[in-house]
């Protein structure tokens, strides 16, 4: 029975401290105040702790609160991704079928979350038991709970080259309502590492202790201690197929006959906490994994969608490098005037952000390229830039000392940089960007630091600069070494 009146408990909790410390009296010649508080608070606080501190297992899955409308949000946020997809791939004939094959798997997502049968999938090694043990659960599942289930066992994790890849088998794994993964004994490193990916794909997760009666007592207890220490308690031990045991029966006469006699399976410790998971998760279970589906199929929706932008952003990027190349080789300036002028141009955003959906006013597409200038410059990108290309460019004396070919080559060199960091930055971006104070500078500056360092490669860049000489000197002598 669950008291539901604090006031009157804490007020019994009260009078029963009261008592206390007045048939203590007679024996405590003291009592300080501390003494006091520390009993007043133990039976005032007395309903607190004996109240289950424990949330309501539905209230959260495995790291992540999940409910019906979170899980709807998460449908209805996959669609629209979906519906970009599809005006963007109207004219795309590679990525079309793909789009038709996820809209028809999103309008699935909504039935999904009234299943009310369970998939539950067994997984782990070889010879791990997991055939077995789906035979034992199926004989045993009207025990479990009055919810149907659908078991599932997976191909072999771990196995040699040739058979189903790792990868493959826990994209089946993440698919289900919840896993059981099985292990005959102590966790290997891969059994691990392939656990955490279960937990981070928010995926519920069981850890079988299975064949435990093929080990000692004592090597039984050790095992299972190690692996409830790993798995914070989330692991129950099972005997799915128990090897047979040497029986004896003496004889009146003295004879003694012997048979080997095979025990029952020792599933209880496992059918007991599936009962209790059913009961009380079984809708959230469901919730969870329509959750998962959605981020995916967001996920893979975006990819193709971004794939598109792409292949539109980079014609305008080489655009407006070679523009910004000509301006700064006709009229040669100092590295700061030319990030300032042609470099980073507020045209060049707005563009991008167009084909991206981050709307931005001429004002605001300012702003964007003065911070991308300034990161440029906190991170020293235009002096190594500058001298990365310089030593490029030394190698031939003609395109060296002809005038503005290095500030030419830079700024455009430095124009790509702007445009290749503000592809990777609007591509992870959900919503459409309406000012300034949007942009996150941290994760702008890593952006920009990382398209740097990629096209730092000296392959790279010297492809780049025989580009850019083309582009300023086309009368230059082919032969020519850059």
Not at 239 to 245: E, F, G, K, R
Not at 463 to 479: A, C, D, I, R, T
Request: proline content about 4%.
């Amino acid at each position: 029975m669950k008291l539901q009146r604090p006031i009157l408990v804490g007020g019994l909790g009260l009078s029963f401290s009261l008592w206390m410390l007045q048939s203590l009296h007679h024996s405590m010649v003291q009592v300080g105040e501390l003494s006091l508080f520390s009993l007043l608070v133990v039976g005032g606080g007395l309903w607190l702790l004996k109240k289950n501190p424990t949330k309501h297992p539905t209230e959260q899955l495995d790291g992540i609160p999940v409910n019906r409308a979170m899980v709807e949000q998460a449908i209805a946020n996959t669609e629209a991704v979906v519906n970009q997809l599809a005006q963007a791939a109207e004219n795309h004939v590679e990525t079309f079928h793909a789009n038709s094959q996820l809209q028809e798997q999103v309008s699935h997502l909504t039935a999904e979350l009234d299943r009310q049968e369970i998939k539950l999938a067994v997984t782990g090694g070889k010879s791990v038991g997991k055939t077995t043990l789906i035979q034992v659960l199926k004989q045993n599942v009207a025990t479990l709970h009055s919810t149907p289930v659908q078991f599932q066992e997976t191909p072999p994790l771990f196995t040699e080259a040739g058979e189903k890849s790792d990868a493959s088998v826990l994209k089946e794994a993440i698919a289900s309502d919840f896993v059981l993964f099985l292990t005959n004994g102590d966790l290997t490193d891969s059994e691990f590492q392939t656990l955490q990916q279960l937990k981070a794909a928010h995926q519920s997760t069981l850890l079988v202790f299975n064949k435990q009666d093929q080990y000692l007592p004592d090597e039984r207890f050790s095992i299972l201690s190690q692996l409830k220490q790993r798995m914070q308690d989330n692991v129950v031990a099972t005997a799915a197929s128990p090897l047979p045991i040497k029986v004896r029966k003496h004889q009146e006469d003295g004879s003694v006959d012997s048979w080997l006699e095979v025990p029952s399976p020792d599933i209880q410790q496992l059918t007991q906490h599936l009962g209790e998971i059913l009961a009380t998760r079984g809708q959230y279970l469901v919730w969870g994994t329509t959750m998962r589906k959605a981020r995916m199929l967001k996920t893979e929706a975006k990819n193709l969608l971004n794939g598109i932008r792409r292949d539109r952003a980079f014609p305008v990027i080489e655009q407006y490098q070679w523009i910004a190349a000509a301006a700064a080789f006709a009229n040669p300036v100092p590295a700061l005037d030319i990030l300032a002028t042609a470099a980073i141009n507020a045209q060049m955003v707005m563009d991008l952000g167009g084909i991206y959906q981050q709307k931005f006013s001429l004002e605001q597409a300012q702003t964007v390229a003065g911070t991308l200038g300034n990161l440029m410059l906190k991170l020293g990108l235009v002096e190594l830039s500058s001298q990365a290309i310089g030593t490029v460019l030394k190698s031939n004396a003609v395109t060296f000392v002809a005038g503005g070919v290095v500030q030419g080559v830079s700024a455009a060199y430095l124009t790509r940089i702007a445009g290749l960091s503000l592809v990777e930055y609007f591509q992870d971006q959900e919503i459409a960007i309406n000012s300034e104070t949007k942009l996150n500078l941290d994760k702008l500056g890593q952006t920009l630091r990382s398209c740097f360092q990629h096209n730092q490669q000296i392959g790279l860049l010297q492809s780049f600069v025989k580009q850019g000489v083309k582009v300023l000197l086309p009368e230059s002598p082919e032969g020519v070494r850059v």
